[in-house]
């Protein structure tokens, strides 16, 4: 058991000053708690927040922090990042992912949704860092038949082995349209359902990904997906900058799942921006990511909360809009619904899946308003405790194993970039 005391615990009928006991893996008591319990965490001035979530990223992409910047997104994929990944190995995405873990982890992230290359040395990495996670390989098929069996008979396969790990939600991660057919499409959502495991989609994220598909289809992306019956709450759509209202519409209806990722939109320049007034307006549920730190640069969805915000005011003009209670649900219950979870709210019952903040920071003071500081002022750096499934994963704002994965992560990532 876990005792946390004196704490400002974030619950959703508001800030309630008091005590909060985890037995096993889920929080048991929210109050006037007094337990004998194996661990007691003190967190006078401190602020018991549900972990956050980040919805969409690439953790291995962490080797390629700083690698290639200031680039057109095409120029970037093609020139600098595609090269260095067709030199990945698992080890690589091994160390790379455990360095995006701790990372996260730090910053008070307990969960994450990953789409890349070698999913169980991620689900490895995972397990071994004590985070959450939901785990998709990404698979192209190039409109291609034979591509395309490959592609599906190598998705049951890790599907599952992702089965095995104990704190992993496993997932299919067809590209986006403009690499996967639609019968590659309609093949995930077919694993997806015979296996009861989520979809991790990249859906409009330029313009040019719309014209494509047109082009190529004589119709538009959101209706032919929802002709093949990919359309579902199974899916977790990333970026979603280039909809229609009638798209988002259709989305809502199905009961799918978006993820704004502001900062890689705003650095690759996507041209399109979330339009959260209409998604609100339709019940569409929307999340946050931060997708990956090449072109991010940060897993940090303290700091990712705040850009959403502030682009989404300053594009529309309008202050008002995705307010801080929005934006923070966006990063917590939302992201629960997405991936029905009880988790992403400090409530009894739920899962102990929590971060501690430092309210002693010179930036989180005077403390007016806990929401707003935490989505308009924090930073990962006030975050001092993290605990998942019910065990402490970070203690003073430090993960035991960051040493050792800092130096194995860099080597790696060092020797990438050195391969001829």
Known sequence: MILIKNGKILTRRGVVEGNLLIEENRISKIGDVCDKSDIVIEAEGKAVIPGLVNCHTHAAMVLFRGYADDMYLHEWLQEKIWPLERKLTERAVYWGTKLACIEMLKSGTTFFNDMYFFPESVARAVEE???????????????????????????????????????????????????????????????????????????????????????????GIVRALDEIGFLNDRLIAAHSVWLKDDEIDLLAKRGVSVVHCPTSNMKLCVGGVLNFREMKRRNLNVTLG????????????????KFASLLQKFYYGDPTIMKAEEVFAMATKNASKAFKLDLGMVEEGYLADLAIVDLKKVFMRPSHNLVADLVYSASGCCVDTVIVDGKVVVENGHHKQEEEIIERATEVARDLVNIE
């Open 129 to 219: 860092t004590g985070i959450r996670a939901c785990i998709s390989s990404a698979f192209f098929d190039f409109f291609n038949p034979g591509l395309l069996e490959e592609a599906l008979s190598r998705a049951e396969k890790e599907i599952r082995a992702l089965g095995n790990y104990e704190r992993v939600i496993p997932a299919i991660g067809p590209h986006a349209v403009y690499t996967v057919s639609l019968d590659g499409l309609a093949g995930s959502m077919d694993l997806a359902k015979k296996y009861n495991a989520f979809v991790h989609f990249h859906l409009a994220e330029t313009r040019e990904e719309i014209l494509e598909f047109e082009k190529r289809y004589g119709k």
């Open 290 to 305: 931060t997708d990956g730190a090449a072109s991010n640069n940060n897993l940090d969805m303290l700091e990712e909360m």
